[in-house]
């Protein structure tokens, strides 16, 4: 009885990290629609005569075959669907995406379709190289994100005592995943206690029930953006339980 022939699937993705392998091959990274987290060996990508190398590059949207092994999979067929060349092209732009991609493979799981992710990540990268960076859509991203994946913040009741928060300020703690109230702030124990200042709360509110488009003209000052992006961040770091190594080059105003 001769064995089974390897499974070949064809799928979309967004190129998101590249290793090399050996002399000639890289291991590609992918964020896929249907197959979820992809990651597998493009033969001969790093030879200038290769087909695949021009299309398996970083925040590239692709099209290609994966070929299932006992191993890790075999990567081949890829086309260009999209290249993000602003995005591409820019440094600031470039380091600033490579952080959002980041994110977005730390909440992947390999082989677990994650559409809703997916669709996030690929209508930031629109977004981003048709009208640039904010960082209204960055903090709007990272709380998709969070939402997405089953740990959206609770913004609207203490997540201490479960009553409704009265406006003020208050404290977020990223280890319950939401506000506490501003009574609680001798609360004992290794929690952390972010400063929530009242306009920081309606700001991350906003983002939370808004889309993209209404985002782009939204004003805030300063201050409540800093300290929205510093909830937002450790938030993160307290579900991934690790540090981004992309994240220094967007929170330098920290």
Do not use: W
Not at 5 to 12: A, G, L, M, V, Y
Not at 96 to 106: C, G, H, P, R, V
Not at 161 to 184: A, Q, T, V, W
Not at 227 to 250: G, H, T, Y
Request: net charge positive; aromatic share 10%.
């Amino acid at each position: 009885m001769s064995p089974s022939k390897p499974e070949i699937n064809t799928s979309t993705g967004i190129v998101i990290k590249i290793n090399d392998l050996g002399e000639a091959d890289r291991i590609i990274t992918l964020i896929t629609p249907n197959f979820g987290l992809i990651r597998g060996v493009a033969k001969s990508a790093r030879k200038t005569v290769s087909k695949l190398g021009g299309h398996f590059d970083i925040l590239k949207y692709v099209n290609f075959s994966i070929r299932e092994t006992k191993s890790i999979s075999q990567l081949s067929q890829a086309t260009t669907i999209y290249g993000y060349k602003k995005i591409r092209t820019d440094l600031n732009l470039f380091f600033q995406t490579s952080y959002i991609s980041e994110i977005a493979e730390k909440f992947s799981i390999e082989n677990n379709a994650n559409l809703t992710l997916f669709n996030l990540l690929k209508n930031t990268l629109d977004y981003i190289e048709e009208f640039g960076f904010t960082e209204n859509l960055l903090h709007f991203y990272e709380l998709k994100i969070l939402e997405t994946n089953g740990f959206a913040p609770e913004l609207y009741k203490c997540v201490e005592s479960e009553n409704i928060l009265e406006p003020g300020n208050h404290y977020y703690c990223p280890e319950r995943g939401g506000l506490i109230d501003f009574k609680y702030s001798n609360l004992k124990g290794n929690l952390t206690l972010l400063p929530a200042n009242l306009n920081t709360i309606k700001y991350m509110r906003y983002l939370s029930k808004s889309s993209m488009e209404k985002i782009n003209n939204l004003s805030i000052d300063e201050i409540y953006e800093k300290q929205a992006s510093r909830i937002l961040k450790i938030q993160i770091k307290n579900i991934v339980d690790r540090n981004l190594k992309s994240e220094k080059f967007i929170t330098k105003k920290l």
